[in-house]
């Protein structure tokens, strides 16, 4: 019989240095390395997943979460091959941190007071 692992319990230090705070990009210890992907890479990593066999199609079809994520994805990316998402990548990752690559990325604004009003810095 396999035992049911237990969630991680977060524990939420209340007036110390380092708060989680999303407006100023601070999001916590947890993510302290992790690279923000836009919806294109996000799509492209799925998809090669799923390319490789019916791992990712059997966790969709039980895991609710994922088959929306899935959904989402290939709405919503504008970005279809991985030659453009690379690319996309290294034009905009030259003079701008991960996160502001991710958010121009996903929201392809047009002019650049769009980006300024809605991408926090």
């Known amino acids: 019989m396999a035992s049911i692992k237990q969630p991680k319990k977060r524990h939420i230090r209340r007036g110390g240095?380092?708060?989680?705070?999303?407006?100023n990009l601070?999001?916590?210890e947890e993510?302290?390395?992790a690279q923000c992907l836009y919806?294109?890479?996000?799509?492209?990593?799925?998809?090669?997943?799923d390319s490789k066999g019916t791992?990712?199609?059997?966790?969709a079809s039980t895991n609710a979460v994922l088959a929306k994520?899935?959904?989402?994805?290939?709405?919503?990316s504008?970005?279809?091959t991985i030659d453009s998402v690379r690319e996309v990548r290294q034009i905009m990752g030259k003079n701008l941190t991960q996160f502001e690559v991710a958010q121009m990325a996903n929201l392809c604004?047009?002019?650049?007071?769009?980006?300024k009003a809605l991408i926090p810095r």
């Not at 919806?39 to 997943?49: A, P, R």
């Not at 791992?55 to 966790?59: A, D, K, L």
Request: aromatic share 8%; with cysteine.
């Open 17 to 23: 240095p380092e708060l989680e705070d999303a407006t």
């Open 26 to 28: 601070n999001l916590g």
């Open 31 to 33: 993510f302290s390395g």
């Open 39 to 49: 919806l294109s890479e996000v799509k492209v990593i799925l998809d090669v997943q």
């Open 55 to 59: 791992e990712v199609q059997n966790r």
């Open 69 to 76: 994520t899935l959904e989402y994805v290939r709405n919503f």
């Open 78 to 80: 504008r970005y279809n």
């Open 109 to 115: 604004c047009e002019e650049a007071e769009e980006a």
